[in-house]
């Protein structure tokens, strides 16, 4: 089953009076909301050894940016997402981007880790729902036959956003300093928010039913065993990824002895590798569906594996790094449309909810994939974060073949 077959709208035609530049126009304002998301997310990666050296402060606390982050995005989108499944999107979408640009106001102008640390904690907690409710328009923008590849653009944007930020921050620490990247993350939230609002089309009167949005009705989803699994293929598979992606810039300029202009090169090529992760991840989902991930896997644990073997080889290294950065999203859109089908055909009302599993997700594999790096750099040394990252890929492979055979259960069912 496809993302195209399964995230189609609750309504045949949401916004029937929408003309079709109109559409468009909004859809590319969605996929600008996961360039935004992406940046303000990861642009501490790229500045950690300055933000270090500014807040007096180890790597690992640094580190700790990423994963409160995560943490907190892990914790308040499926809770936000029940909590108010009631309530009109365009109302929330404004709602959740108005805290989304004070947070990062506040994360720009902070005195200490402290408040640095708390703007993050509020900026995670609004960053998942607000991609949750972004990507439920893209079927009503669209219409549902281009939805799968519509949502992969999303997260292809994320995906840019989160290297082009790692990238810039390189290049932004050599020629001014590190505080501009904070500002220009910031600059883009307030765009953003201001094109949404201003441009995105408004419900009038849409509310779904109580029976459909109890929170009781919704949990359900979260009960089955396709989704559980899809939810550790994220918490492990993401994590074997940053494990390593979480220290990429001290790894590079301290394992490799990169400079900073070397490094920026090769995140910035990193970033563009993985827009087509993304969208590879949707013609995956397209022609094989769910039945890609395990192949997916074999291929990222063994790229972690070589980069470990790698050691302080460059041209190995990153080689390495390359297909990682192809494999580091090629398993989203089949889980996203797996999630999407399970909620359409068993949990009706829980579509926002299915919508926000996978960003959830994904936040708990880096929260998870960023502390055990961590205490991987902390204790064995950066070189150790490729084979860290290759015994998560590997447990990430063990859960994608349980989901697949949990999911053809279910459709058999």
Same mark, same amino acid.
């Given at each position: 089953m496809t993302a195209s077959s399964t995230t189609a709208s609750t309504a045949p035609e949401a916004f029937p009076g929408l003309s079709s530049l109109r559409r468009r126009i909004s859809y590319a304002l969605i996929v600008l909301l996961g360039f935004s998301l992406g940046v303000s997310e990861f642009v501490v990666i790229g500045i950690e050894p300055e933000l270090a050296e500014h807040y007096h402060s180890s790597?690992?606390?640094? *580190?700790?940016?990423?994963? +409160?982050?995560?943490?907190?995005?892990?914790?308040?989108?499926?809770?936000?997402?029940?909590?108010?499944? !009631?309530?009109? !999107?365009? !109302? +929330? +979408? #404004?709602?959740?981007?108005?805290?989304?640009?004070?947070?990062?106001?506040?994360? =720009?102008?902070?005195?200490? +880790?402290?408040?640095? =640390? #708390?703007? !993050?904690?509020?900026?995670?907690?609004?960053?998942?729902?607000?991609?949750?409710? *972004?990507?439920?328009?893209?079927?009503?923008?669209?219409?549902?036959?281009?939805?799968?590849?519509?949502?992969?653009?999303?997260?292809?944007?994320?995906?840019?956003?989160?290297?082009?930020?790692?990238?810039? *921050?390189?290049?932004?620490?050599?020629?001014?300093?590190?505080?501009?990247?904070?500002?220009?993350? &910031? #600059?883009?939230?307030?765009?953003?928010?201001?094109?949404?609002?201003?441009?995105?089309?408004?419900?009038?009167?849409?509310?779904?039913?109580?029976?459909?949005?109890?929170?009781?009705?919704?949990?359900?989803?979260?009960?089955?065993?396709?989704?559980?699994?899809?939810?550790?293929? &994220? =918490?492990? *598979?993401?994590?074997g990824v940053y494990a390593f992606y979480g220290y990429v810039t001290p790894y590079l300029e301290t394992d490799l002895g990169l400079n900073n202009g070397q490094s920026g090169t090769v995140l910035l090529t990193f970033g563009c590798i993985c827009f087509f992760s993304d969208l590879l991840s949707g013609w995956l989902d397209g022609k094989f569906g769910m039945k890609s991930l395990p192949p997916v896997f074999v291929v990222l644990t063994a790229a972690l594996l070589g980069l470990w073997l790698s050691g302080t080889n460059v041209a190995p290294a990153l080689v390495a790094m390359g297909f990682i950065a192809l494999l580091m999203y090629a398993f989203s859109i089949q889980a996203i449309s797996m999630f999407m089908d399970i909620a359409r055909k068993h949990h009706p009302g829980a579509l926002v909810l299915a919508a926000s599993i996978e960003p959830t997700s994904f936040n708990i594999g880096i929260a998870f994939g960023t502390t055990v790096g961590g205490a991987a750099v902390t204790n064995l040394g950066l070189g150790s974060v490729g084979l860290v990252g290759a015994a998560l890929s590997a447990v990430a492979l063990a859960c994608a073949v349980l989901a697949l055979r949990a999911w053809k259960q279910r459709q058999q069912g």
């Amino acid at each position: 089953m496809t993302a195209s077959s399964t995230t189609a709208s609750t309504a045949p035609e949401a916004f029937p009076g929408l003309s079709s530049l109109r559409r468009r126009i909004s859809y590319a304002l969605i996929v600008l909301l996961g360039f935004s998301l992406g940046v303000s997310e990861f642009v501490v990666i790229g500045i950690e050894p300055e933000l270090a050296e500014h807040y007096h402060s180890s790597l690992a606390q640094i *580190g700790d940016l990423i994963s +409160l982050f995560a943490l907190s995005y892990a914790v308040a989108t499926p809770s936000l997402a029940i909590a108010t499944a !009631r309530f009109q !999107r365009s !109302r +929330l +979408l #404004a709602i959740y981007l108005l805290v989304f640009v004070a947070a990062n106001f506040a994360a =720009m102008v902070a005195p200490s +880790l402290g408040i640095l =640390m #708390a703007s !993050r904690v509020v900026m995670g907690a609004v960053a998942g729902p607000l991609l949750a409710v *972004g990507t439920t328009y893209v079927s009503d923008l669209l219409g549902p036959w281009k939805s799968s590849m519509g949502i992969s653009v999303v997260y292809a944007a994320f995906s840019i956003a989160l290297v082009l930020a790692t990238s810039a *921050g390189r290049m932004v620490v050599a020629l001014w300093s590190w505080h501009v990247a904070l500002v220009a993350a &910031f #600059a883009f939230s307030v765009i953003t928010a201001v094109l949404l609002v201003t441009v995105l089309p408004k419900e009038r009167g849409r509310k779904r039913e109580a029976t459909l949005t109890s929170p009781r009705h919704q949990v359900g989803l979260l009960k089955e065993r396709a989704v559980v699994f899809g939810v550790l293929i &994220f =918490m492990f *598979g993401v994590g074997g990824v940053y494990a390593f992606y979480g220290y990429v810039t001290p790894y590079l300029e301290t394992d490799l002895g990169l400079n900073n202009g070397q490094s920026g090169t090769v995140l910035l090529t990193f970033g563009c590798i993985c827009f087509f992760s993304d969208l590879l991840s949707g013609w995956l989902d397209g022609k094989f569906g769910m039945k890609s991930l395990p192949p997916v896997f074999v291929v990222l644990t063994a790229a972690l594996l070589g980069l470990w073997l790698s050691g302080t080889n460059v041209a190995p290294a990153l080689v390495a790094m390359g297909f990682i950065a192809l494999l580091m999203y090629a398993f989203s859109i089949q889980a996203i449309s797996m999630f999407m089908d399970i909620a359409r055909k068993h949990h009706p009302g829980a579509l926002v909810l299915a919508a926000s599993i996978e960003p959830t997700s994904f936040n708990i594999g880096i929260a998870f994939g960023t502390t055990v790096g961590g205490a991987a750099v902390t204790n064995l040394g950066l070189g150790s974060v490729g084979l860290v990252g290759a015994a998560l890929s590997a447990v990430a492979l063990a859960c994608a073949v349980l989901a697949l055979r949990a999911w053809k259960q279910r459709q058999q069912g």
